[in-house]
T-cell receptor
Framework: AQSVAQPEDQVNVAEGNPLTVKCTYSVSGNPYLFWYVQYPNRGLQFLLK??????LVKGSYGFEAEFNKSQTSFHLKKPSALVSDSALYFC????????????FGTGTRLLVSP | NAGVTQTPKFQVLKTGQSMTLQCAQDMNHEYMSWYRQDPGMGLRLIHY???????DQGEVPNGYNVSRSTTEDFPLRLLSAAPSQTSVYFC??????????????FGPGTRLTVL
């Protein structure tokens, strides 16, 4: 079965520093990977996705993610964190049983301090 | 476009009561789905629909019913509420049911408490 793991419940970073939120995956076949962000009391918003092609994917709000097939990872990165980036981040993978079905990780809370 | 809308925002039920969570989208999306979000568990798929008249079960369907009579609406019914159904419920939609890789658009959520 498809799955993703987010090994960190929380990531703390100072404003202006680079940030990384980790995600590893386990899939059969080619992975379709996604990152979503959830701000407090809001629904999830799409950030970026990897389907095929370049291993470095650029997304919304200055975020990017690096797909690494050998390490089965899809880490979310940003060169310079903002306090407004503080939110809950979810990694997800397409489930093989349905084109649009997603399997989500447990989420990582990012806290950016001023 | 309003996107994906959900009502109500908050709801408190007593054990055994029934209710319907409403979800609507105005983007003419084929695919719609319901998730529940619980602390430490991420989002889990309850039911989904690949088009009007077609629904199927997700990972945690027990205690919930859905129907899709129109493209726009996808209500979730709790038949007899239980405390284990206390959660935040999200409706989501995406453009196509038959191609992978489309991002999903999420509603703002309904916070449900069952006493």
């Amino acid at each position: 079965a498809q799955s993703v793991a987010q090994p960190e419940d929380q990531v703390n970073v100072a404003e202006g520093n680079p940030l990384t939120v980790k995600c590893t995956y386990s899939v059969s076949g080619n992975p379709y990977l996604f990152w979503y962000v959830q701000y407090p009391n809001r629904g999830l918003q799409f950030l970026l996705k990897y389907i095929t092609g370049d291993n470095l994917v650029k997304g919304s709000y200055g975020f990017e993610a690096e797909f690494n097939k050998s390490q089965t990872s899809f880490h979310l990165k940003k060169p310079s964190a903002l306090v407004s980036d503080s939110a809950l981040y979810f990694c997800a993978v397409r489930d093989l049983t349905g084109f649009q079905k997603l399997v989500f990780g447990t989420g990582t809370r990012l806290l950016v301090s001023p | 476009n309003a996107g994906v809308t959900q009502t109500p925002k908050f709801q408190v039920l007593k054990t055994g009561q029934s209710m319907t969570l409403q979800c609507a989208q105005d983007m003419n999306h084929e695919y719609m789905s319901w998730y529940r979000q619980d602390p430490g568990m991420g989002l889990r798929l309850i039911h989904y629909s690949v088009g009007a008249g077609i629904t199927d079960q997700g990972e945690v369907p027990n205690g919930y019913n859905v129907s899709r009579s129109t493209t726009e609406d996808f209500p979730l019914r709790l038949l007899s509420a239980a405390p284990s159904q206390t959660s935040v419920y999200f409706c989501a939609s995406s453009y196509s049911s038959s191609t992978a890789g489309n991002e999903q658009f999420f509603g703002p959520g309904t916070r449900l408490t069952v006493l």
